[in-house]
């Protein structure tokens, strides 16, 4: 049976780059993919999935509503599709997230998810929650802070260069996010006292 996937980091750790290679592993075998990309911060129809070594590629929005089963199972219909790919996973709705399962479970299309697990912080996002709850595989994509250590948390560096500490979930605009260790990230948040604080210049 084909299995759910949920690949998830902080920002910056690769994954979209790993999504890219996954999606040509398979087209260059002949074989179809369809691309999802969160259209909650793009206009138009078509997006795009950039990575920052400079891959891109086109791909399908997704939208707060939207039936990802249903967009899947019309293409699977006339073109056999062999794998779904889903970047910016964490945006998606919990329905949308079950609605990928059943891409997995009753059309046999594996399904792989890229995302971020919290935001700025530290709360889990809507479509990570649903995917950290049902998926039948979840792998780390590992970064690390700047102390070496892993980084599983990110801070939002705001217009100023500060570490943002309140704020809307997701800032469009020219916010920087930097990925830390929990350690870090909580004395860059004003939570813990900065024992052996490194900044960030
Ligand atoms: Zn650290």
Sequence with gaps: MAKLYFHYATMNAGKT????????????RGMTTMLFVAGHYRKGDTGLISSRIGLETEAEMFRDGDDLFARVAEH??????????????????EEQAWQLAR????????????????????????????????????REVRT?????RKATMV?????????????????IGKDVYVSLCRRHWEEEMGRASPDDFIGFT
């Design 103 to 138: 891409i997995a479970d009753r059309l046999d299309i594996p399904v792989m998810c890229y995302g971020l697990r919290t935001d700025f912080q530290g709360k889990l996002f809507s479509g990570s929650r649903a995917l950290l709850a049902i998926s039948d595989e979840l």
């Design 144 to 148: 690390i802070c700047r102390c070496g």
């Design 76 to 93: 699977h219909d006339h073109t056999t599709v062999h794998c779904v790919f889903v970047d910016e996973a964490q945006f998606l709705e």
């Design 17 to 28: 780059t790993m999504l890219l290679q996954a999606s040509y592993n398979y087209r260059e």
């Design 155 to 171: 801070v939002r560096l705001g217009a100023d260069g500060k570490v943002a500490r309140q704020g809307e979930q997701v800032a």
